[in-house]
């Protein structure tokens, strides 16, 4: 004997019927009862997809680029204000500014925009990092070499269009630069001033519904001998006043998509 309980044969043909009944009844149970088994409010719904994030490049020389931390101020802010579903893209990678903050960005030191476009740079930074939003701060370094202001305005045309040819809805906001008075060029400053007095007719020049472009004043208010530490980068009050201009012409833009959205 091992122990185990035997049934004679007729009895486990019935035990085999019986079961396969029971299984017969739950298939069935099953098949009609769907909607009742789909309101199970112990089953999780599926995750909804979240939106993805407005990918923004901050495009433009040393002042964008090292360090930059108007860029952090800005991100910051814009983190304490709720803007927080956002991606600063770029090829170059943040800076120290005393705080972790998203800081890839496109700014590189010495260049002239006229540089970009001559050695067809920008096409390849936009392909790598697809914005929708591209600030761009450029100019100075074309300024300080004396390119004149019809010329850097051709360059400014063509790189917005490299950016819609990239991305036919993308939102530029173009800054009018700061003040800049560098040792040993007396006339940088009033070729600050043409620039930024040419700038707003040619943007209307460009602008379109599709791809907006908003002029950003970085001049007014700005004073080279307290807000730069020489003349032309700009120092903690200078960063400071950067990002609070940029502020809300940034998110002026992202509740503009927000609403597209």
């Keep these: 004997m091992d122990g185990s309980v035997r049934f004679p044969l007729p009895a486990r043909r019935a035990l085999t019927l019986s079961g396969l009944l029971a299984l017969v009844c739950a298939v069935l149970l099953g098949l009609t009862t769907p909607t009742a088994r789909a309101a199970d409010p112990r089953v999780e719904p599926a995750a909804v997809p979240a939106a993805e994030a407005t990918r923004i490049m901050a495009l433009g020389d040393s002042i964008t680029g090292s360090p930059g931390c108007w860029r952090a101020l800005l991100w910051q802010d814009m983190q304490a204000a709720g803007y927080t579903d956002v991606d600063f893209v770029g090829s170059r990678t943040p800076d120290g500014c005393g705080f972790p903050y998203d800081g890839e960005h496109e700014g590189h030191g010495g260049i002239l925009t006229t540089g970009i476009v001559r050695d067809n740079l920008l096409p390849g930074w936009l392909a790598t990092s697809d914005p929708d939003v591209v600030m761009m701060t450029l100019g100075t370094n074309d300024v300080w070499s004396g ?115």
Excluded at 156 to 174: C, E, F, H, I, K
Excluded at 212 to 238: A, K, N, R
Excluded at 244 to 256: K, R
Aim: charged share 15%.
């Design 147 to 261: 390119v004149p202001t019809p010329t850097l305005l051709d360059a400014y045309s063509t790189l917005v269009g490299q950016m819609r040819a990239a991305n036919p809805d993308v939102r530029v906001l173009v800054a009018q630069i700061l003040p800049m008075a560098p040792v040993g060029c007396a006339d940088c400053g009033a070729r600050v001033v043409e620039l930024n007095a040419a700038i707003p007719a040619w943007a209307a020049g460009l602008d379109s519904a599709r791809s907006p472009i908003t002029v950003v004043d970085l001049w007014t208010g700005f004073d080279t001998g307290t807000d730069t530490y020489d003349g032309v980068h700009p120092g903690d009050s200078g960063i400071r006043k950067m990002a609070d201009v940029w502020f809300p012409a940034l998110t002026g833009v992202l509740d503009e998509l927000a609403q597209l959205r």
